[in-house]
């Protein structure tokens, strides 16, 4: 798949997975899925699920590690500050450098130009929080978050996930 219409489809995804309502239990929901598909495929992932003002659902598996946190938090703040998904931003910056410029004030410390963070978008509200993943490729972590709203949903995750590369 091109750059270009991967991106279309990222795009898509941002516009089409969205809530009527989020609370506690719908964070949970995504959070639960998450961690059960990654334990299931064996894979070591931190995971969360947040609103601005604070997280609703953390969760890690076995082979994550505290680096996972840190990247979680760094990809939430990336979502807040852009209102998009992190792997819309790496797509959108093609081989520009992994850092946002300096002329956006932005500490690298603090912000990660990685896939992997999902906006959570309310339907007449707008983007309320976020789903993060960390600990696989990019485009791994981006697809996590993407099948868990998918599924909290109702929708068939097979129609708006990346094919597989």
């Known amino acids: 798949m091109s750059s270009k219409s991967e991106l279309d489809k990222v795009i898509a995804q941002e516009r089409a997975l969205v809530f009527t309502q989020f609370d506690e239990n719908v964070a949970f929901a995504i959070g639960a899925h998450i961690r059960d598909a990654a334990n299931a495929a064996g894979q070591g992932i931190a995971m969360e699920v947040r609103l601005w003002d604070r997280p609703l659902f953390y969760g890690a598996t076995a082979g994550s590690s505290a680096s996972n946190k840190h990247w979680i938090e760094r990809k939430a703040y990336t979502v807040r500050m852009l209102m998009k998904s992190t792997y819309r931003v790496v797509l959108e910056r093609g081989d520009k ?13 603090d912000y990660a130009i990685a896939g992997g963070g999902f906006p959570i978008s309310v339907a007449g509200v707008g983007v309320v929080g976020a789903a993060i993943v960390s600990g696989v490729p990019e485009r791994d972590d981006h ?5 868990a709203i998918c ?3 109702g929708l068939d995750a097979a129609e708006y996930m990346l094919p597989a590369l």
């Open 151 to 153: 599924s909290v949903l």
């Open 97 to 109: 450098p992994r850092v946002f410029e300096e002329n956006w004030g932005l500490d690298p410390r």
């Open 143 to 147: 697809g996590y978050v993407v099948a």
